[in-house]
T-cell receptor, first 115, second 117 residues
């Protein structure tokens, strides 16, 4: 596709259930980022993938959060045993490289609501 | 750690008028990038303008321009001839292109801009 694609667009889940959020980056982009946007807040960095390097998971808020990137392309963010405070918009972005200036292109996000 | 502060949670402007959104940041680095992103109701973050800290000249993109004051660590966005389509959340962001965490964008909390017809 021409841009970063995220699915689902919206997700409502019950507290305690697991959810998977998907990100399909722009073809050829080696860097992929996940951010979380809580109501009234800016974007909070979660995790970063660059090529075949080990991901930087330093922004993940708890061990209930994990992410993987298969084949250097599609990424899945998994939240286990969801809590109400996990309700937020989860945004994915990709770019050509990390060093220096490269523009990060964002998807439209997944709005997660935990009830 | 770097921080980005947007002190105006909400702003409004009359159509065709000019509005300035404020942003300050804190860093000990001398070389970095600053960005303004627009987030319309579609939620997709769109890059509006960027500034490289080593460049003294303020960046401009059509109706959008910045006032970059490096010593004051200030980076404001001016929107001229405001249009209804400019209504959105605007986020200021910082990136250090070198060293650990160089891929991270640090965002402010945003300013909601309304455009009055």
């Amino acid at each position: 596709g021409a841009g970063v694609s995220q699915s689902p667009s919206n997700k409502v889940t019950e507290k305690g259930k697991d959810v998977e959020l998907r990100c399909d980056p722009i073809s050829g982009h080696t860097a992929l980022y996940w951010y979380r946007q809580s109501l009234g807040q800016g974007l909070e960095f979660l995790i970063y993938f660059q090529g075949n390097s080990a991901p930087d998971k330093s922004g993940l808020p708890s061990d209930r959060f994990s992410a993987e990137r298969t084949g250097g392309s599609v990424s899945t963010l998994t939240i286990q045993r969801t809590q109400q405070e996990d309700s937020a918009v989860y945004l994915c972005a990709s770019s050509l490289a990390a060093r220096g200036y490269t523009e990060a292109f964002f998807g439209q996000g997944t709005r997660l609501t935990v009830v | 750690a770097q921080t980005v502060t947007q002190s105006q949670p909400e702003m409004s402007v009359q159509e065709a008028e000019t509005v300035t959104l404020s942003c300050t940041y804190d860093t000990s680095e001398s070389d970095y990038y600053l960005f303004w992103y627009k987030q319309p109701p579609s939620r997709q973050m769109i890059l509006v303008i960027r500034q490289e800290a080593y460049k003294q000249q303020n960046a401009t993109e059509n109706r959008f321009s910045v006032n970059f004051q490096k010593a004051a660590k200030s980076f404001s966005l001016k929107i001229s001839d405001s249009q209804l389509g400019d209504a959105a959340m605007y986020f200021c962001a910082y990136r250090n292109p070198y060293g650990a965490g160089s891929y991270q964008l640090t965002f402010g909390k945003g300013t909601k801009l309304s455009v009055i017809p």
